[in-house]
T-cell receptor, first 113, second 118 residues
Framework: DAGVIQSPRHEVTEMGQEVTLRCKPISGHDYLFWYRQTMMRGLELLIYFNNNVPIDDSGMPEDRFSAKMPNASFSTLKIQPSEPRDSAVYFC???????????FGQGTRLTVV | AQKVTQAQTEISVVEKEDVTLDCVYETRDTTYYLFWYKQPPSGELVFLIRRNSFDEQNEISGRYSWNFQKSTSSFNFTITASQVVDSAVYFCALSEANYGGSQGNLIFGKGTKLSVKP
């Protein structure tokens, strides 16, 4: 298996623009997670899905952030409008079942200028 | 509430030294899972180990070993005879089985940056 695939790897955008991050989980994994990593806050969970259904989105910072999982092999995290404080590395991860190890993608480094 | 504390922000050792990374957790749950991940300079997060709360046996994998003690809510990670390639940020994480909201997801500590010098 190719592992969790995220795109793009790097994104530089101007404040106010819409940003869409993409993720393809490992085939057969029922859980998908979106994490954000910053120096100040470390790794924080934004949202996770079970069988394509959002289970907990309490970590989504504000209404500017939205996530979808239209099918088992694809998820998006959208920021609209983006702000400089959204600059971070965004990780997508998937796991086979609940409470097992999550496998992470290589991350998307987002810079909002 | 669930929480993972890695009190050591940075550790620096010389190659071949042994080093222990500390992890202390808090949970209300009686069933939970503990993890260690490695994040090398390249940035990806690499899974190292998972333990469940009912299994307190220590684990050894090559130069890596893990000590799980429920009495002190700790899950420490030791690298024996460290090597330069071990330089990375190491994260401890917790997953609870039964409490709503956090079921199934990983709560990470802030990480410990390990530098191994030649």
């Amino acid at each position: 298996d190719a592992g969790v695939i995220q795109s793009p790897r790097h994104e530089v955008t101007e404040m106010g623009q819409e940003v869409t991050l993409r993720c393809k989980p490992i085939s057969g994994h029922d859980y998908l997670f979106w994490y954000r990593q910053t120096m100040m806050r470390g790794l924080e969970l934004l949202i996770y899905f079970n069988n394509n259904v959002p289970i907990d989105d309490s970590g989504m910072p504000e209404d500017r952030f939205s996530a979808k999982m239209p099918n088992a092999s694809f998820s998006t995290l959208k920021i609209q409008p983006s702000e400089p404080r959204d600059s971070a590395v965004y990780f997508c991860a998937s796991s086979l079942i609940r409470n097992t190890e999550a496998f992470f993608g290589q991350g998307t480094r987002l810079t909002v200028v | 509430a669930q929480k993972v504390t890695q009190a050591q922000t940075e550790i620096s050792v010389v190659e071949k030294e042994d080093v222990t990374l500390d992890c202390v957790y808090e949970t209300r749950d009686t069933t939970y899972y503990l993890f260690w991940y490695k994040q090398p300079p390249s940035g990806e997060l690499v899974f190292l180990i998972r333990r469940n709360s009912f299994d307190e046996q220590n684990e050894i994998s090559g130069r890596y070993s893990w000590n799980f003690q429920k009495s002190t809510s700790s899950f420490n990670f030791t690298i024996t005879a460290s090597q330069v390639v071990d330089s990375a940020v190491y994260f401890c994480a917790l997953s609870e089985a039964n409490y709503g909201g956090s079921q199934g997801n990983l709560i990470f500590g802030k990480g410990t940056k390990l530098s191994v010098k030649p």
